[in-house]
């Protein structure tokens, strides 16, 4: 199923599964891949947040 995705989007939903099973959870929802998203400092979309005034550590704490 990922075999289409980058290297960079393929660690994210991997990060986002873990996140889910870490919560014991049976999904993974969209607070796991923004979680799995925030996994990787380099990301364009961490940038992005960081540029909105947001920190990865405070959108992390709020989910």
């Known amino acids: 199923m990922l075999e289409r995705f ?15 099973v870490l919560e014991h959870g049976e999904r993974v929802h969209t607070a796991h891949l923004l979680l799995g998203v925030l996994s990787n400092p380099s990301c ?16 992390r704490a709020a989910l």
Not at 6 to 20: C, F, G, L, N
Not at 45 to 54: F, H, K, Q, S, T
Request: charged share 35%.
């Open 44 to 59: 364009i979309a961490v940038r992005v947040i960081e540029r909105r005034g947001l920190a990865a550590d405070q959108v």
């Open 6 to 20: 980058t290297e960079e989007s393929r660690r994210a939903v991997r990060a986002a599964v873990d996140a889910a």
